[in-house]
């Protein structure tokens, strides 16, 4: 048996983390697709702006309603254009980010990353937030 710890660590080694610093950076540069993956409550307590709330529980099913895709009328459409993104995820501290990053890439997505450390490292470097 394996503790979500354990299991999470593993899943670390086989996805890509990014740090805050990086995300920083995509976010200045490129149009990237931010997915905040805490519960609702979480995400209005401060999230990153450009970010878009889609629960760990919901991501999956949530993912064509993202806004840079979801003018497309053919959800199909949809995942494509979202296919030639880059995703970043982000939760809390970085697990529920690295779960998810491994459910997108499951799902055919290569351009996924976690953020290691999640929404604790984007406030103890001092980046923006805003509230709801």
Known sequence: MKSS??????????IEEVTVDDL??????????????????????????TAV?????????????HPLVSHHCDPQLALDDLASRHIYLICRSGGR????????????HRQVFSVAGGMQA??????????N
């Open 5 to 14: 710890e354990q299991y999470i660590a593993e899943l670390r080694q086989e």
């Open 53 to 65: 709330n889609f629960p760990r529980g919901l991501l999956e099913m949530k993912l064509t309603e």
């Open 24 to 49: 920083q950076v995509a976010l200045m540069q490129t149009e990237v697709v931010l997915i905040d993956v805490r519960e609702h409550e979480e995400f209005t307590r401060g999230h990153i702006a």
């Open 97 to 108: 980010s690295a779960l998810a990053a491994r459910s997108l890439e499951n799902m055919g």
């Open 122 to 131: 984007w406030q103890s470097q001092q980046y923006e937030i805003v509230h």
